[in-house]
C-alpha cells in the first residue's frame, strides 16, 4: 500500500504561523522576527508541509536534523541561509535536535509602496533548490547577524513614524549581502570549479547525439536538470563565473555549431536550421543574423 502524500497547510497570514508554532501574536501583523538564537522555539511544531503566503528568509546557526525545502531535505551547517518565495512548499525538520538563528516572515503587503515590492520578485536565490542553500562565513555570519538585530530591535522596541522605512532599508541591505556572498559563493565552492568543462560537455554531447531533431533546442532548465541545480542558481552561476547567462551559453553554442556545419559540409541552410532543433528555417536564419551580423548565406560564401 502506498503511503499518502502529506496534507499541505497553507498560511496567509504571519498569525496563524505564530499560533502553531505556540507564540505570541506578532507586534507587526505584516512582518515578524522569530529569534532562536536561544533555542527555545520548537520547529517540530510545524506541520510537515505548509506553503506560506509571504516570504521568509532564515538565518541558521545550528539546526539538528534535516530541513524540507522545496522536493527535497538540506542539512544545514553553521552560518546558512535560505530563502522561500509565498506559495513554495516547504516543512519541519526529520529528528529534530534544537536549532538557533532567525527567521524573517514577511508579507508582501510589507512591502507595497516600496520599489522592493518588485525588486525583491528580481532576486533569483528565491527560487533555489535545497542544495542552493547560502553558506556564510565567520564574517559574512557576523554582518548578517548584525542586520536581524537591527531588525529586531525595529521592531520589538523602536516603533514609530520612522520604523516601516527603516525596516524596509534593512531588508534590501541584507538582501544585497546575500546576493553579494552568493556570487563569493559560485566563485570559491569546490563543487563549481568544474562547471564550465561539464556544460560544455553537456552542451556537445546534445549536438553529437542529434537530440536537437527530436528535442528542440537545449534549454535551460534541461541543463540546469542534468547538472542537478535549478535554472536559476545555474544561471546566476554562470553569469558570475563567466559574464553570460544560461541562456547566452546556448546561444554561443548553437553559433559555433551553426558556423561547423555551414563551412564544413554541404547541407542547406533549412538542413542546417532543421539539425540544430529550429522549427522554421526562417526563424534560424534571423537568429544568425542577430547574432554574427550577417545571414548564414552570407557567411558560408565569405567563409568559401
Known sequence: MKSEMPKVIKFESISEVHRMMGLPGPVHPLISLMDATNGQIDLGRLPSSYMPGFYKISFTTRLGGKFRYGQGYYDFDEGSMLFTAPHQIVGNTENYKGNEGYSLIIHPDFLQGYPLARKIKQYGFFSYANNEALHLSELERTTVSGIYQ???????????????????????????????????????????????????????????????????????????????????????????????????????????????????????????????????????????????????????????
Do not use: C, W
Open 150 to 304: 537591527i531588525i529586531g530591535d525595529e521592531l520589538n522596541s523602536r516603533i514609530d513614524d520612522f520604523s516601516h522605512e527603516v525596516v524596509i532599508a534593512q531588508i534590501e541591505l541584507l538582501l544585497s549581502y546575500a546576493r553579494r556572498f552568493y556570487k563569493r559563493q559560485f566563485l570559491t565552492r569546490q563543487v563549481n570549479t568544474d562547471l564550465l568543462p561539464r556544460l560544455e560537455e553537456l552542451l556537445n554531447a546534445y549536438f553529437e547525439e542529434e537530440k536537437p531533431v527530436v528535442q528542440g533546442i537545449p534549454t535551460v532548465q534541461y541543463l540546469a536538470e542534468q547538472l542537478n541545480y535549478t535554472s536559476n542558481y545555474l544561471s546566476d552561476m554562470l553569469r558570475s563565473l563567466t559574464g553570460l547567462n544560461a541562456q547566452q551559453h546556448i546561444h554561443q553554442s548553437l553559433i559555433e555549431r551553426s558556423k561547423e556545419l555551414l563551412s564544413t559540409t554541404n547541407l542547406t541552410i533549412s538542413e542546417v536550421a532543421y539539425k540544430l532543433g529550429f522549427e522554421h528555417p526562417q526563424s534560424f536564419s534571423r537568429f544568425f543574423k542577430i547574432k554574427t551580423n550577417s545571414s548564414p548565406l552570407q557567411f558560408r560564401s565569405a567563409f568559401n
